[in-house]
């Protein structure tokens, strides 16, 4: 059996992919990986997530992990989305380094040898530039029209061309497994961290199989959710929005006062003044309704439910694993890292 050789060892590296609808390139996949990763270390793991994918998946993580024990197999309960389910899969690794990347194959395998060799330079973080990226026209307007509205409301500048591949050192990994969200994006919280980061060109391959799943009404939840959970400049704008409002409805009323004082020109329009009346109640509602917003998202938090649910690995547990009581999370004990005082 391949990898038995590594099974007691810790892994070099670390390779983290969800997988959702795409279970014809999973031995493609795992053959490319070990391609290129046999030219940096023989002792690498591969942790397939599967995100209660609709097809067969499961079964053909498993079919690979029985011929290669280096990879593993991670059976969520249900669907929890992608950034859920990255976060799943590097819970459980042990890699000093850790690879995220998706499994379709646009995310090439090869691009690793690059992105290790940059990382060796000094760096904590490198992430893969999609400098021509091989998707539909469409998405890519969607993503950079994603990507402005968000750096708008966040204060933040972004780079569209970079998504989740990448290589992270262990400690990034290890503080990013202590920021608990509900609503995550791992570019961005990496980003927050602040470790030593940089970003390399990459080649971007085209979908060999299946579509995406960030279609335009999934792009635009996730946008407002991500700016929700982020950002209060939403607020800040509608306070600004009704102070205006207020202003220019007192300069509107002196001016009515002046021109019945100077030219005794009566007010009139039982119509306007509706009129007027609907536009504030819309402004009114709209507001609370963003402030609802908010108040459902801490609602979210506070239920302090988990992230993900485990259904099933395809390996034994060797190491000590802790339960993180306020997430009834579980996550394997990295004693070269002190555990954080608290999670979300």
């Not at 099974?7 to 609808?21: A, E, F, N, R």
């Not at 290129?36 to 997530?49: C, F, G, P, Q, W």
């Not at 690794?93 to 992105?115: A, F």
């Not at 000094?122 to 509205?149: N, T």
Request: hydrophobic share 40%; proline share 4%.
């Amino acid at each position: 059996m391949q990898g038995s050789e590594t099974l007691q060892s810790k892994p070099h590296i670390s390779i983290v992919s969800p997988v959702y609808g795409c279970v014809d390139v999973l031995p493609e996949l795992c053959r490319q990986l070990d391609e290129h990763l046999s030219t940096i270390t023989k002792d690498y793991e591969i942790i397939l997530v599967n995100d209660a994918s609709p097809d067969a998946a499961w079964a053909a993580i498993r079919r690979l992990a029985r011929k290669d024990m280096r990879i593993k197999g991670v059976d969520l309960s249900r669907n929890f989305g992608q950034h859920a389910a990255i976060t799943a899969g590097l819970s459980q690794s042990t890699g000093d380094w850790v690879v995220v990347m998706d499994c379709d194959l646009q995310d090439q395998p090869k691009e690793i040898v690059k992105l290790y060799a940059k990382a060796r330079e000094g760096y904590e973080v490198v992430f893969a530039r999609r400098y021509q990226r091989q998707d539909k026209p469409i998405k890519v307007a969607l993503s950079h029209l994603y990507r402005r509205v968000y750096d708008y409301f966040t204060d933040t500048n972004s780079d569209p061309a970079v998504a989740n591949f990448g290589i992270y050192k262990r400690r990034v990994i290890d503080a990013f497994l202590t920021m608990r969200e509900r609503n995550r994006t791992l570019q961005l919280f990496i980003r927050w961290l602040g470790f030593r980061n940089t970003s390399i060109n990459v080649e971007h391959a085209a979908r060999s199989t299946g579509e995406s799943g960030y279609r335009f009404g999934k792009l635009l939840r996730m946008a407002l959710s991500n700016i929700i959970s982020q950002s209060n400049k939403p607020l800040r704008i509608s306070i600004a929005f009704g102070f205006f409002m207020s202003l220019a409805s007192m300069v509107y009323a002196v001016y009515l006062v002046i021109r019945y004082l100077v030219w005794g020109t009566p007010v009139q329009g039982w119509t306007s003044v509706i009129v007027s009346i609907y536009f504030i109640g819309g402004l009114v509602f709209a507001n609370l309704g963003i402030l609802g917003l908010y108040i459902g998202k801490v609602f979210d938090e506070t239920k302090g439910r988990p992230l993900y649910v485990i259904r099933e690995r395809t390996w034994s547990q060797s190491m000590p694993f802790t339960a993180d009581v306020a997430n009834d999370d579980v996550r394997p004990l990295n004693p070269d890292v002190s555990s954080p005082d608290t999670h979300e």
